[in-house]
């Protein structure tokens, strides 16, 4: 009953935005008629205020940010860029709070697979002329562009991307005798070899747990990030072609096949734990772990003695039919009410474009989403950057492209957790999970 009010909610905060944002925006305040008569005649013209919040980042990202409208505001004398940083934790309630009473920034950063839920709102303007136009998109990888993309129409900007891989302690495989895996993108392991090394490497007397295969069983949008992969990888899909149902999909043969394989991992041969220490991997209680690009800075800054390349090393994600990955990083849109569309439009393509785009990726270390960024930052042309680049580059997909996406990750996290920590009956949990997500699609069209 809980999770039926939950959907209900967000049912009527759409329908709520929905109406704020489909009031057309008003023209600018004329001059005042209190100026003398000879400026009214000829007006100076106004330095246009773009309003841009963002949720707050580490010090490198919102260095860098500051950086970029400094540049800009430089270029452009006309144009100033008001930031706000807003604390994570709050950072969507305020968004949908001020879409609702159309007092929203012009510029907003959004999390790529909420975006639909803004768009069938009305919330958000469509960018496709002005990324045509400027844009270069044959300079994004498709996968990354499609992420950007609901009913045809591009509404966000991307400026880095996010990324996980396959993280390895390479003397535990090499005291095993197990060959290690490829670096090469092209030559991932398959999840039956990967089970094999685990099996092997899985010592529960020396503490040592053989593979975490998905970051574990935490909350918020994690759960999905890591485990839709698994999904694909085995053949499934989430979604029908049109979004309109889980049916058929989610609960499909090649579904069932994949969560039976990662539930064994837990409950067959035990190679997986159910609970881990704080910091597995880098303190040696984790043999495998499927992990984010993040992960490079934390263990180098955090265990120095943990050497990339002696101690472990990193290899592609495993695949089974296919490989694949998901992609969607934090991206830059134009609320639909602004009155300063072109010049916000101005803003966010200069940081998304190639010049701020090496700006911003050469001073926070993030993967840059575009290929000409990449080719003029040596690191990512080099291990172990090239596994993160060419996973993104060739095999990323968008996470499910709907406004109901929050319901949809929702149930996936439910989901892992049933038949992973749960050991519950695969076909039940599925059934469930695809009762759960219908029902929200079905409430967005009431």
């Not at 809980?2 to 004329?30: H, N, W």
């Not at 879409?99 to 709102?121: H, K």
């Not at 830059?332 to 966010?348: L, M, R």
């Not at 149930?411 to 029902?439: P, Y």
Request: include cysteine.
């Amino acid at each position: 009953m809980k999770r039926f009010f939950v959907l209900m909610l967000a049912a009527v905060m759409i329908l709520t935005l929905a109406a704020a944002c489909s009031k057309s925006g008003g023209e600018q305040a004329p001059a005042s008629s209190n100026q003398p008569q000879e400026e009214q005649s000829s007006p100076k013209a106004e330095t246009v205020t773009l309003k841009f919040w963002r949720p707050s980042g580490n010090d490198q990202e919102n260095g860098a940010i500051d950086k970029l409208i400094a540049n800009f505001e430089a270029a452009n004398p006309g144009i100033k860029v008001e930031l706000e940083n807003i604390p994570f934790d709050n950072y969507e309630t305020k968004i949908r709070t001020a879409l609702a009473g159309n007092n929203a920034a012009d510029i907003i950063a959004i999390d790529a697979p909420t975006m639909p839920s803004y768009v069938s709102a009305g919330a958000l303007y469509d960018l496709t002329s002005f990324m045509e136009a400027d844009a270069n998109l044959s300079d994004i990888p498709d996968g990354i562009v499609e992420s950007m993309k609901y009913n045809g129409k591009i509404y966000l900007a991307p400026i880095n991307e996010a990324n996980i891989a396959m993280f390895y302690n390479k003397k535990m495989f090499e005291a095993k005798g197990i060959p290690l895996p490829s670096k090469n993108v092209d030559e991932a392991w398959t999840w039956d070899q990967v089970l094999d090394a685990a099996k092997k490497l899985n010592d529960p007397a020396a503490g040592v747990v053989g593979i975490d295969p998905a970051d574990g069983f935490g909350g918020g949008e994690g759960p999905a990030y890591f485990k839709t992969p698994i999904l694909w990888q085995f053949g499934a899909e989430v979604l029908s072609p049109d979004g309109s149902t889980a049916k058929g999909y989610l609960d499909s043969n090649e579904a069932k096949e994949a969560l039976r394989f990662y539930q064994s991992l837990y409950q067959g041969s035990k190679v997986a734990s159910l609970e881990l220490p704080p910091d597995p991997f880098p303190t040696g209680k984790l043999a495998i772990s499927v992990n984010g690009i993040w992960a490079l800075g934390h263990f180098k800054n955090n265990f120095p003695d943990f050497k990339l390349g002696e101690d472990w090393d990193i290899a592609p994600l495993p695949k089974m039919k296919r490989q694949a990955m998901a992609n969607g990083s934090w991206t830059f849109g134009i609320t639909a009410n602004s009155k300063h569309p072109q010049e916000a439009w101005k803003f966010i393509n200069y940081m998304t474009n190639t010049e701020g785009a090496k700006i911003y990726a050469e001073m926070t270390g993030v993967m840059p989403v575009r290929y000409s960024v990449v080719d003029q930052i040596p690191a990512m042309k080099e291990y172990p950057y090239t596994v993160f680049v060419g996973q993104t580059q060739k095999f990323s997909r968008p996470r499910p492209v709907t406004p109901a996406y929050p319901a949809v990750s929702a149930a996936i996290r439910e989901l892992f957790a049933d038949v992973g920590q749960g050991n519950r009956d695969v076909d039940a949990a599925a059934a469930d999970a695809v009762k759960k997500i219908d029902t929200a699609l079905k409430s967005l069209k009431k």
